[in-house]
């Protein structure tokens, strides 16, 4: 390994999609390894294909970083401001005759391409324009033909080592002469990646699984430029559940769509971070004074304890340690955190929770140890806020003659609680139910769904103190009248 204060990794996104859990967890890795070192830690826009990069995409890349605090990095630095860098390799390689320029229409090679492959044959670009005579060319030339620039391909076995999977080794003859310069003055991915990792003293090329099939052609490139090649260390594949490449069909994959749901930065740091690494034990959950122990994490974080085999994105998990987390979450941080999904969902409004400021932490007090992520405060939470609550189809069965009887009965009883909270009302059940001869289950659990839809939630005398006399009343006379209007 370089020196370790020499050390210099990068994350180098396509602003031509979304930033989703693959690019951040390769982020994340790079990240952790660069602070585990006290190395560098870079961020490179690979903006060169015009056409498909947006500003948008690369908004959400930088936001994304920030979201998880992965803000502090080199750069961004951005391809499509680079291309003097480019050209002047290029240059350097049909100088040296380990490039030459090809006249080829792309849609031909394409078709020729596919028509190979309906037949089921190997297809591979043949050098026809690398055989041109000097008439040939000067036609060409002359005529103004798009040309772009094609990798003369040496005759040789690419043998690496990756950090993670062993020994990896592909004859050369199995590779065409891939375009390294589009016929706009472009340069392709595996030209400006190279170039890029030199120009940036790249120690380390962290990325995912899916590169491997690029880094034989790269390190031609290496090889050909005589530049220092950096340590590759490629990432198992995310799989969905069904042991497919992780994909949309899968959920939402975006980073955005997580942080819109209510997931905290830190479990998803923890999340990713278990995503193809182990820590040599079996610990999971990385939480130390209500936050993320980031220092731990960077201290046991090494590249030769990533697995090569694929890692599975359990959604289920995540929900799992997204909630160890907002458990651990100071009470008052906790009710800052949800307050705009409060209002997103409409059931206060900023100046209502400014006027009932104390009602609003005990209910988040209650709803802090049930919440998987922030969004669930709608429909786990919603009867505290408002009366368009949905009913648990389970409702129906308190809906029997006896209970009917038991429910309208006890209101009397609820109207004669004058201090309605939770000891008062707790003793008042109990007791109606002793003078009854009845069990006190046989009404704590109709009046639980009777009051706020559900089969289970919070305690539920601190709950019905929340919710309030009135309200409580309210909602089981509407029960009733509905019952007996059938």
Not at 87 to 115: H, M, S
Not at 237 to 258: E, M, P
Not at 461 to 482: D, M, N, P
């Amino acid at each position: 390994m370089n020196n370790q204060n020499k050390i210099r990794v990068r994350m180098a996104p396509s602003p031509t999609g979304f930033f989703h859990v693959g690019s951040a967890r390769t982020a994340l890795f790079n990240w952790l390894f660069a602070k585990h070192h006290k190395g560098k830690f870079i961020l490179r826009v690979e903006d060169t294909d015009v056409e498909r990069s947006s500003e948008e995409m690369i908004k959400a890349v930088l936001e994304g970083m920030t979201w998880l605090g992965m803000d502090q990095y080199e750069g961004p630095y951005y391809q499509s401001k680079r291309m003097d860098f480019y050209r002047k390799y290029v240059d350097k390689l049909i100088e040296d005759g380990k490039a030459y320029y090809c006249y080829c229409n792309p849609q031909d090679l394409a078709e020729e391409r596919k028509a190979a492959y309906a037949n089921k044959q190997d297809w591979k670009y043949d050098r026809r324009c690398l055989s041109l005579n000097a008439a040939d060319k000067k036609k060409k030339e002359e005529s103004n033909a798009p040309r772009a620039v094609r990798f003369l391909i040496p005759e040789h076995r690419v043998t690496y080592k990756d950090i993670v999977y062993g020994e990896i080794s592909k004859d050369s003859k199995d590779i065409e002469d891939f375009v390294i310069q589009r016929a706009n003055g472009k340069p392709t991915y595996n030209l400006a990646c190279v170039i890029d990792d030199h120009e940036m003293e790249i120690t380390h090329v962290i990325r995912g699984a899916d590169h491997i099939a690029n880094t034989p052609k790269q390190i031609l490139l290496y090889e050909a430029l005589n530049l220092q090649k950096p340590e590759f260390a490629h990432l198992p594949l995310i799989l969905g559940q069904d042991k497919s490449k992780l994909s949309k069909r899968h959920g939402a994959v975006s980073l955005t769509w997580y942080q819109e749901q209510g997931f905290l930065p830190d479990a998803m740091i923890n999340y990713l971070a278990l995503l193809g690494w182990s820590p040599g034990d079996d610990q999971e959950v990385f939480i130390k004074n209500g936050k993320l122990d980031i220092e731990i994490l960077t201290e046991r974080f090494t590249l030769e304890r990533i697995s090569s085999s694929n890692a599975v994105f359990d959604t289920t998990k995540l929900e799992w340690m997204n909630q160890q987390y907002i458990m651990q979450l100071p009470r008052s941080h906790f009710k800052n955190l949800l307050k705009p999904f409060i209002t997103e969902y409409d059931l206060m409004t900023a100046q209502e929770m400014e006027n009932k400021t104390d009602w609003l932490q005990e209910v988040c007090d209650l709803m802090q140890p049930r919440l998987k992520v922030l969004s669930d405060i709608d429909k786990q939470g919603r009867f505290f806020f408002k009366e368009d609550f949905e009913y648990d189809k389970a409702i129906e069965k308190h809906l029997d003659e006896k209970t009917l009887a038991t429910m309208d009965k006890f209101l009397a009883e609820m109207q004669r609680i004058e201090s309605f909270e939770q000891k008062p009302i707790e003793l008042a059940l109990r007791g109606f139910a002793d003078d009854n001869s009845i069990k006190a289950r046989e009404l704590i659990h109709p009046l639980r769904v009777f009051t706020t839809g559900n089969t289970g939630g919070p305690p539920l005398f601190a709950t019905l103190e929340l919710i309030g006399k009135e309200r409580c009343i309210s909602r089981i006379e509407k029960i009733l009248k509905q019952k007996k209007e059938k």
